[in-house]
């Protein structure tokens, strides 16, 4: 059949647009309700099955990024309906607790914020309940999606993720898997540390909420003031030349509303023209780690130049974005943008930053071991197996078993569909660390260790940005000189702070 890829193209952004304007609108708390499958049907001729089923086929321009989405929204819109569920019962389901009501959504904040043990556990494990009652939906909108990926050619999830993102993603667990071995003398002197220190006795041993509450790290709240967490994101964005609303194609929504997820989040509705970065802000170290994260998206995203193609500015290797996302989260890393704009003395500097390279070192463990998880999970259509099935317990042993030998606490066995990246994200995140650490690097080198005060360094990432997002992330790695992805010097840092 004969494409007109102009107006495919046309057709992708503009669902593009109406799906993350859907997206945003419920995660905000702007509506209970999810109306994912109205924007599905409105867009219903970008995907049928014969368009996708060519454009799939092209080895040209139009088979790369813009096949992987078009197919990907193929078992979107299979799925539309189930997915409206899941996210309508996730924004209205409340945990069943004595005392003040609270809401799914919020419970993850409410145990890193809860100090005494035998309540933190209570909310953990009435959590696990709700996520018991999900599984259902949450297995059938997988078993939907690989019904509908199987109609267009792609019976093989995982091999259908690695032929379209280019990643071996069994060698980069191995490599990971390399990264637990060889880090689990100090991770696990850091984490006995830690837990004694911040969490106290735990009977039975640890569990996810223990290390929840130690990563949400109250004792650091003084040095990282909510109120302070917008005008310390304009002053950084100001001396690298840039400014917080990118001319106005960046809004900030930082209204409180009782549904809004609290975690910060960034939504390219229209890029570059409409990036809305939602932020409620707490305070504490974690949720000025989460805004400046999606800061970094958001900078990137509204920095994309206007005329790239559709490919360019809202798809490619994700990678590369967190890559950027990461950059400006771990400015949090650096000693000058700790003195400047938080004004932290030598010891503060050092036990901060000493804990904040621990938590690095957990969220790299954690990844490698999701990713492990997520092969076994999909292999022969795992996660569509019947909840409460002998492979669905078997998947769900295995997840516990993974972040258990990979992070040293006992996670919730009702979380083994939550907790999990569609598409393999969690190795696009992994590709992200290995890249930044070395971006950063560069950066350095070029602009020395204050570079985000330089705005010769802001013009060289704005250059970078205008690049939008590449089919792969080593294209960019290749242009900036990195090199190939490299485990090492993330390592490295993590090994001068933890030493």
């Known amino acids: 059949m004969a494409l007109d890829l102009d107006r495919l193209r046309r057709d992708a952004e503009a669902f593009l647009r109406d799906a993350a304007e859907e997206e945003y609108e419920n995660l905000a708390g702007k509506r209970t309700e999810s109306r994912l499958a109205e924007v599905y049907a409105r867009h219903a001729r970008l995907a049928e099955h014969d368009v996708v089923a060519e454009v799939a086929s092209r080895r040209d321009t139009a088979g790369g990024p813009l096949a992987e989405f078009l197919v990907g929204l193929y078992a979107g819109r299979a799925a539309a309906a189930v997915a409206d569920r899941l996210l309508a019962a996730e924004a209205a389901a409340t945990l069943d607790l004595p005392g003040e009501p609270l809401t799914y959504r919020n419970a993850a904040v409410a145990i890193r914020n809860e100090a005494d043990r035998s309540r933190r556990e209570a909310i953990a494990r009435t959590k696990a309940a709700v996520d018991a009652r999900l599984v259902p939906i949450r297995a059938e909108l997988w078993a939907r999606t690989y019904e509908a990926l199987a109609e267009v050619g792609h019976a093989d999830y995982v091999a259908m993720c690695a032929g379209f993102s280019g990643i071996d993603y069994p060698s980069l667990a191995s490599r990971l898997a390399a990264f637990t071995r060889e880090t689990d003398d100090v991770y696990r002197d850091h984490l006995a540390y830690y837990l004694k220190k911040s969490v106290g006795p735990t009977p039975g041993g640890p569990a996810s909420h223990d290390l929840a509450r130690l990563l949400r790290a109250p004792q650091l709240d003084a040095l990282f003031p909510k109120g302070d967490l917008l005008p310390v994101a304009e002053k950084t964005a100001a001396g690298l030349g840039l400014t917080l609303g990118a001319g106005g194609r960046i809004t900030v929504d930082d209204e409180a509303r009782p549904g809004k997820t609290p975690r910060a989040f960034c939504m390219p509705i229209e890029v570059p023209n409409r990036i809305v970065l939602v932020v409620m802000p707490q305070g504490g170290q974690d949720d000025w780690r989460a805004f400046l994260h999606e800061l970094g998206h958001a900078l990137h995203f509204a920095h994309a130049a206007p005329d790239l193609p559709v490919e360019a500015r ?68 795992g996660a569509a197996s019947a909840p409460g099935g002998e492979r669905a317990r078997r998947l769900a042993d295995r997840y516990r078993e993974a972040l258990h030998r990979a992070v040293g606490v006992d996670y919730p066995v009702e979380s083994y569909l939550a907790d999990v990246d569609p598409g393999f994200y969690s190795a696009r995140y992994l590709r992200a660390w290995m890249f930044e650490a070395q971006l950063r690097d560069t950066l350095e080198e070029r602009f020395d260790e204050d570079w985000f005060r330089n705005p010769r360094a802001g013009t060289f990432l704005t250059g970078l940005w205008a690049e939008g997002q590449p089919a792969r992330l080593e294209a960019l790695a290749e242009r900036v000189g990195t090199g190939a992805l490299d485990l090492a010097p993330l390592a490295r840092r993590i090994g001068r702070a933890l030493a």
């Open 314 to 381: 809202y798809l490619g290797d994700n990678s590369v974005t967190e890559g950027f996302a990461f950059l400006v989260e771990h400015l949090m890393h650096a000693k000058p943008w700790l003195r400047r704009h938080l004004g932290l003395g030598r010891d503060q500097l050092d036990d901060y930053l000493r804990f904040a390279h621990f938590e690095r070192l957990y969220i790299v463990r954690r990844y490698g071991a999701k990713l492990a998880y997520e092969l076994d999970l999909h292999a022969d259509g």
